[in-house]
């Protein structure tokens, strides 16, 4: 036990320990809701108990206060603070939030009062009255709904699904110490290598103590090597977490319930059985045992779980052959919506095909039953693959139409990495045909230089003057010449033409290399086939619908003061305001250079529109700074297909973006995105 001189003193020791910058007298009293004189009688009682632990507290003024600590003892003095079961949070808003959450989810069943939960954190019912709008809007997002009764206290009340949606939720946003995760002792002695991530593992160890999670990894290994299937390590952790939470709601008694229909159902599915034999090892060797609606919410975890696939190793047929029509058809959707809007083929990508089909079967279980994986590279994905996480989120319309689900930010980023991974296999190879005048070994040598030089180009034939009337052109996309051509031929030729010397000099290359990067700027510009959609995209925009060089406000203020405008103009209904911020807690829809494209659910769209911002500055979007907001109203995947066509194309010229930035009047926008 620690003998500081009171509770204040150890709150006080607390924050100055995790703060690593000075803090003023004024804003500990701040903090601790006492004056400023309060804070210096306490600092000074507080640096005689430092002193006699050989710390140093230095008060510096018109700087502030901060401890001398080496970093070893400065964790252990947290530790001895926590295992004196006194407070050990940062008061700021957002963690006093995460307390509350964490308090209500984990600790007291779902009921506390908002005395204990002031005395818990040294803070008067007022602070806490005022932080509880913020934790029960949180919980509203979770569909779980925070009754607060006068003599009664606080209590959550949802159906189970939510309960354990809302752990997990809270489990991904708790604010956690990295500094202090160096030096996390872990309980147990680990004889395994862990396939739980450091920062992940020590989270799970904050919210629950108690639970051996090695022991839980153990179980699911055991589980996976007698039943044969691997799952992935995003999946496994998923379940590890799911079990965790199980675990701690039958330790404090919690019931666990699961609507007799839906088990009555899941008792049929293979993925039950794997639920029961699992449960069994869990009673083996934790002691506990899981009731039949618990099983039946495991095996939901599985059926929504991804199994580890070797695409290489697997027969495309019959994997095609065993899997439902209406997953094929909704991968095959996904690649017609993609094609259409990047004006690319990929109607010959088995491979592509696949792998949507693999990625769909356990998505589509995950979005029935309300869950969704978390995807550690969304960010990564929006930013080196933004024209086709594009493409990707115009493809949800398909999910709304067929299976009437909403797909989050999430599971689009990984869709548009199986669509990014084919439009590298379709990019990158650029089809050359080399006419050569100087002998077969000559011809070779060129060729095999060329695609030494230059990996991405794949030489289809070699061929002489004379071959050349009969070229096929679909078959290249240029042509590589080391003898000249006389202008007449040249002119009956649409291919673009390089003229090398016999020798492929470090000049010759570069020409190949300009002339490819011309290719694919043409290419580019062909895809957008702007003629075709004039029409549909010119209904898209109103001038009325283009507001420029709008004042600094947050996103949630914008979203709602222009879903107002749209639903003025009978455009939106009701609610989609609502809708779109639901999806920006999901994940930012800001997706790079400075764009956001926030959007509802098609069910509040009556018709579609684009409404467009641009701003004098930058406003915060989630981690990004944004200068233009596209505010998406689209109802359908054929004109959500035609916005994005050219939007991507847009969002990849510098030149159109700047001239988007520095628009004076709306009239220009229209002429950007119609001429």
Not at 487 to 514: C, F, H, Q, Y
Request: aromatic share 6%; net charge negative; hydrophobic share 40%.
């Amino acid at each position: 036990m620690l003998d500081l001189i009171n509770q204040r003193s150890e709150h006080l020791l607390s924050i100055l320990l995790e703060n690593k910058e000075p803090l003023t007298t004024k804003k500990l009293a701040a903090k601790l809701n006492v004056s400023s004189r309060t804070i210096r009688s306490d600092l000074t009682k507080l640096e005689n108990w430092l002193e006699k632990h050989e710390i140093e507290l230095i008060k510096k003024r018109g700087v502030g206060v901060w401890l001398e600590i080496e970093q070893t003892d400065k964790i252990e003095l947290k530790k001895s603070l926590s295992n004196n079961n006194k407070y050990n949070f940062v008061l700021s808003p957002t963690d006093r939030q995460q307390h509350i959450l964490k308090s209500l989810l984990l600790k007291n069943k779902g009921k506390t009062t908002m005395q204990a939960l002031a005395d818990e954190m040294y803070v008067s019912k007022t602070t806490i009255y005022k932080d509880l709008d913020n934790v029960e809007a949180w919980l509203n997002r979770q569909n779980l709904k925070l009754l607060r009764k006068r003599y009664y206290g606080l209590e959550i009340q949802g159906e189970e699904k939510n309960w354990r949606k809302a752990f997990v939720n809270l489990l991904l946003q708790f604010n956690y110490d990295d500094e202090t995760a160096e030096f996390t002792e872990v309980k147990e002695n680990i004889e395994i290598e862990t396939r739980i991530d450091q920062k992940t593992y020590n989270q799970l160890q904050s919210l629950f103590p108690d639970t051996s999670f090695i022991e839980i990894e153990q179980i699911l290994e055991e589980t996976e090597k007698d039943l044969d299937f691997i799952f992935t390590d995003e999946a496994f952790v998923g379940l590890v977490i799911h079990i965790a939470i199980s675990i701690a709601r039958l330790k404090k008694g919690q019931d666990i319930e699961m609507e007799r229909k839906q088990l009555n159902n899941l008792r049929e599915k293979e993925e039950f059985e794997i639920a029961a034999f699992l449960a069994e090892k869990i009673k083996a060797k934790l002691k506990i045992d899981l009731p039949e609606a618990e099983k039946g919410y495991i095996s939901l975890h599985i059926l929504g779980a991804k199994h580890q696939q070797h695409l290489e190793s697997t027969n495309i047929d019959y994997i095609l052959e065993n899997t439902k029509n209406e997953i094929i058809e909704i991968a095959k959707d996904i690649i017609s919506m993609t094609e259409h809007i990047l004006n690319v083929n990929l109607s010959n990508d088995r491979q592509l095909l696949l792998g949507l089909v693999l990625h769909l079967r356990p998505t589509i279980n995950r979005l029935k039953y309300g869950m969704s994986l978390r995807n550690p590279l969304l960010n990564q994905i929006k930013k080196n693959y933004s024209k086709v996480y594009q493409a990707a989120w115009a493809a949800t319309i398909i999910f709304e139409n067929r299976l009437d689900i909403n797909i989050p930010e999430a599971e689009i980023g990984y869709i548009a990495l199986h669509l990014g991974a084919a439009l590298e296999r379709l990019n990158n190879e650029i089809k050359a045909v080399i006419i050569c005048g100087s002998g077969i070994g000559t011809s070779q040598l060129i060729a095999t230089k060329i695609e030494n030089k230059l990996p991405n180009i794949v030489v289809k034939n070699i061929i002489s003057i004379r071959e050349l009337k009969n070229l096929d052109e679909t078959d290249a996309d240029i042509i590589i010449s080391s003898v000249p051509l006389d202008e007449g031929l040249k002119g009956e030729l649409s291919l673009p033409i390089v003229n090398i010397s016999s020798l492929l000099t470090s000049a010759d290359i570069s020409s190949i290399r300009n002339e490819i990067s011309n290719l694919k700027i043409t290419m580019l510009s062909e895809r957008l086939d702007l003629d075709s959609t004039f029409d549909k995209l010119n209904c898209l925009f109103d001038e009325n619908l283009i507001f420029l060089n709008l004042h600094k406000m947050s996103k949630e203020k914008l979203i709602e003061y222009l879903s107002e405008q749209l639903v003025a103009k009978n455009i939106v209904l009701e609610g989609f305001a609502q809708s779109a911020l639901a999806r920006e807690e999901m994940t930012s829809t800001a997706i790079g250079n400075g764009v956001a494209i926030p959007h509802a659910e098609k069910e509040f769209v009556k018709k579609s529109k684009v409404f467009l911002v641009t701003f004098e500055e930058p406003i915060e979007w989630g981690e990004q700074q944004v200068e233009i907001v596209f505010l998406l109203a689209l109802k359908d995947k054929e004109i959500a297909g035609v916005f994005f066509k050219h939007f991507q194309f847009i969002m990849q010229n510098e030149d159109l973006m700047n001239k988007i930035k520095n628009a004076e009047e709306s009239n220009e926008i229209k002429k950007i995105f119609l001429n």
